[in-house]
């Protein structure tokens, strides 16, 4: 009996070291765009040459042809609009704008302070949902969760007298495989937002115009409750339980909040709530600027997401700064922006050569042919409805496992499969959502994640032998099980049709 755990063990690592060295050699992000769009222009040479063409799906009785990227017109393209497509990538702008807000209020503490006071304040018999919860809204800002929460909750666990792998695991599945899930909007959304507006325009401009960056709203907020209350049964009913008891010593000591951060908190929830209130004045009276009229899908305020967020995060963050005296001048809130932008140079870097890459394909054409013919081979199979969207989730799973970004995965991704899902009447909106359920349930067994060091590192604190294959193991109960219960969400959804964010149906009616 030893043996065969011992060989499937064996093989279970040995598989993971495969992934691993097959991922660590795949290129930078960079050079791979670089290489897709070297790919599109030879293959809109190929298709053009062999007259592909499709029905328009907009236009009937017209047909859509392949265009050739490498024919002189093609060329003169590509020198032309160099420029534009990367000023004009939609989650360009929208990703640094709002992280001028969130850098402000991640570099004055004011997040990690946060954080600690979330889950050190709790009943001890609530501890393992706090650490889950905490872990999902730490969302807001990428770091935190990882490099405070999750040791945190180890410390908190051992202080208790509980494994504190246990604690490190809730609240490394809350941080990682809860990455979607959020009751305020987030960079994320419109980071990813931008790039399914930019695939749907592939299929319906007009139906693309009118989409929002709070086009999974709804659903993630519901998905934090379902996550936290999870997250909190398979730590207590099947991680902490297989753990078993922890027999070391624990020297680490909890970062409880000093008066100071206490008061900044305070100060920050005023600010706050004062910040939401003038802007409700904004919106909710029908002379608000920003309400437009009785839709509000349409109004300016959702058109306005962007700087709301910058805003709803810099007041109180620049507020916490200035009580805890993190920030004592404008020099300080100057460098903290700066600071923050100059984390976001590969970001830049990566969006220019993504910009090319999602231009290319759809000036080609190539995008809607895929989509046409992709729709059906899919039909040919079968598979349609939940086969359709279980297989979608699959395959995005599985190059998780080997591209750790969500949004270069998503750059990718989207221009294929945000066509394919609107030919068999799925709105661009559900399809975001399915990816976003496929990308984050697979953080947490993906070894190539870039933080899953950090974490394999926090967790020898405790077991010097733990590994790759250890980790993946522990966090496995929580991938399958958030998984499932995500995709029976999407199955409630789909048959209550309720919108999954404001204006942003299931269902795609060309």
Same mark, same amino acid.
Do not use: C
């Given at each position: 009996?030893?043996?065969?755990?011992?060989?499937?063990?064996?093989?279970?690592?040995?598989?993971?070291?495969?992934?691993?060295?097959?991922?660590?050699?795949?290129?930078?992000?960079?050079?791979?765009?670089?290489?897709?769009?070297?790919?599109?222009?030879?293959?809109?040479? /190929?298709?053009?040459?062999?007259?592909?063409?499709?029905?328009?799906?907009?236009?009937?009785?017209?047909?859509?042809?392949? &265009?050739?990227?490498?024919? $002189?017109?093609?060329?003169?393209?590509?020198?032309?609009?160099?420029?534009?497509?990367?000023?004009?990538?939609?989650?360009?702008? %929208?990703?640094?704008?709002?992280?001028?807000?969130?850098?402000?209020?991640?570099?004055?503490?004011?997040?990690?302070?946060?954080?600690?006071?979330?889950?050190?304040?709790?009943?001890?018999?609530?501890?393992?949902?706090?650490?889950?919860?905490?872990?999902?809204?730490?969302?807001?800002?990428?770091?935190?969760? @990882?490099?405070?929460?999750? +040791?945190?909750?180890?410390?908190?666990?051992?202080?208790?007298?509980?494994?504190?792998?246990?604690?490190?695991?809730?609240?490394?599945?809350?941080?990682?495989?809860?990455?979607?899930?959020?009751?305020?909007?987030?960079?994320?959304?419109?980071?990813?937002?931008?790039?399914?507006?930019?695939?749907?325009?592939?299929?319906?401009? *007009?139906?693309?115009?009118?989409?929002?960056?709070?086009?999974?709203?709804?659903?993630?907020?519901?998905?934090?409750?379902?996550?936290?209350?999870?997250?909190?049964?398979?730590?207590?009913?099947?991680?902490?339980?297989?753990?078993?008891?922890?027999?070391?010593?624990?020297?680490?000591?909890?970062?409880?909040?000093?008066?100071?951060?206490? &008061?900044?908190?305070?100060?920050?929830?005023?600010?706050?709530?004062?910040?939401?209130?003038?802007?409700?004045?904004?919106?909710?009276?029908?002379?608000?600027?920003?309400?437009?009229?009785?839709?509000?899908?349409?109004?300016?305020?959702?058109?306005?997401?962007?700087?709301?967020?910058?805003?709803?995060?810099?007041?109180?963050?620049?507020?916490?700064?200035?009580?805890?005296?993190?920030?004592?001048?404008? &020099?300080?809130?100057?460098?903290?922006?700066?600071? %923050?932008?100059?984390?976001?140079?590969?970001?830049? !870097?990566?969006?220019?050569?993504?910009?090319?890459?999602?231009?290319?394909?759809?000036?080609?054409?190539?995008?809607?042919?895929?989509?046409?013919?992709?729709? *059906?081979?899919?039909?040919?199979?079968?598979?349609?409805?939940? +086969?359709?969207?279980?297989?979608?989730?699959?395959?995005?799973?599985? /190059?998780?496992?080997?591209?750790?970004?969500?949004?270069? &995965?998503?750059?990718?991704?989207?221009?294929?499969?945000?066509?394919?899902?609107?030919?068999?009447?799925?709105?661009?909106?559900?399809?975001?959502?399915?990816?976003?359920?496929?990308? $984050?349930?697979?953080?947490?067994?993906?070894?190539?994640?870039?933080?899953?060091?950090?974490?394999?590192?926090?967790?020898?604190?405790?077991?010097?032998?733990?590994?790759?294959?250890?980790? !993946?193991? %522990?966090?496995?109960?929580?991938?399958?099980?958030?998984? /499932?219960?995500?995709?029976?969400?999407?199955?409630?959804?789909?048959?209550?049709?309720?919108?999954?964010?404001?204006?942003?149906?299931? @269902? @795609?009616?060309?």
């Amino acid at each position: 009996m030893a043996t065969d755990t011992v060989r499937k063990r064996g093989f279970v690592t040995r598989s993971l070291d495969t992934i691993e060295r097959v991922g660590n050699k795949l290129p930078h992000p960079v050079t791979l765009f670089a290489i897709f769009a070297l790919l599109v222009l030879i293959a809109s040479a /190929i298709f053009s040459s062999l007259g592909i063409q499709i029905d328009d799906p907009l236009n009937e009785g017209e047909t859509v042809q392949v &265009k050739n990227l490498l024919s $002189s017109e093609g060329i003169a393209y590509l020198f032309q609009s160099a420029v534009g497509n990367f000023t004009s990538f939609a989650p360009l702008g %929208t990703v640094l704008v709002t992280m001028l807000g969130i850098g402000i209020a991640e570099r004055s503490g004011l997040i990690s302070a946060a954080l600690r006071g979330l889950v050190t304040s709790v009943p001890k018999q609530l501890m393992t949902a706090a650490l889950v919860f905490g872990g999902i809204m730490s969302s807001m800002a990428a770091d935190a969760g @990882y490099v405070v929460l999750t +040791p945190l909750g180890a410390v908190l666990f051992a202080g208790l007298g509980r494994h504190p792998l246990a604690g490190l695991a809730a609240a490394f599945a809350g941080v990682s495989a809860g990455f979607s899930a959020n009751l305020l909007l987030t960079s994320l959304d419109p980071l990813l937002g931008g790039l399914t507006q930019d695939a749907a325009r592939i299929i319906n401009p *007009e139906y693309a115009e009118s989409m929002n960056y709070a086009m999974n709203y709804y659903f993630m907020i519901a998905s934090v409750f379902m996550l936290t209350i999870a997250g909190t049964l398979v730590t207590d009913k099947i991680v902490e339980p297989r753990l078993g008891t922890y027999k070391g010593t624990v020297t680490d000591k909890v970062d409880y909040l000093k008066p100071q951060e206490k &008061k900044g908190l305070w100060g920050a929830l005023a600010a706050f709530v004062i910040t939401g209130a003038l802007l409700a004045l904004l919106v909710v009276p029908e002379w608000g600027p920003l309400r437009g009229g009785t839709d509000i899908v349409n109004s300016p305020f959702m058109q306005s997401l962007v700087p709301v967020i910058l805003i709803m995060f810099f007041v109180p963050g620049f507020v916490y700064g200035l009580i805890t005296k993190n920030i004592t001048s404008d &020099k300080d809130v100057a460098e903290q922006l700066s600071e %923050t932008m100059a984390t976001m140079g590969s970001y830049i !870097v990566l969006a220019f050569v993504a910009a090319q890459f999602v231009s290319y394909f759809t000036e080609s054409n190539l995008g809607v042919v895929l989509a046409v013919n992709g729709a *059906e081979f899919l039909e040919s199979t079968g598979f349609t409805g939940l +086969p359709l969207i279980i297989a979608f989730i699959a395959v995005a799973g599985l /190059i998780n496992l080997f591209i750790g970004s969500a949004s270069a &995965k998503w750059a990718i991704m989207a221009p294929v499969f945000v066509p394919i899902m609107m030919n068999f009447g799925y709105s661009p909106e559900f399809t975001q959502v399915i990816y976003r359920i496929a990308d $984050s349930t697979t953080n947490i067994i993906s070894p190539l994640l870039p933080y899953y060091a950090i974490i394999i590192a926090f967790a020898q604190k405790y077991d010097k032998k733990i590994g790759i294959g250890t980790l !993946v193991s %522990t966090m496995l109960p929580y991938s399958i099980v958030f998984s /499932i219960l995500w995709i029976i969400m999407l199955i409630v959804w789909m048959a209550t049709g309720i919108d999954l964010g404001p204006g942003s149906p299931v @269902y @795609y009616n060309n």
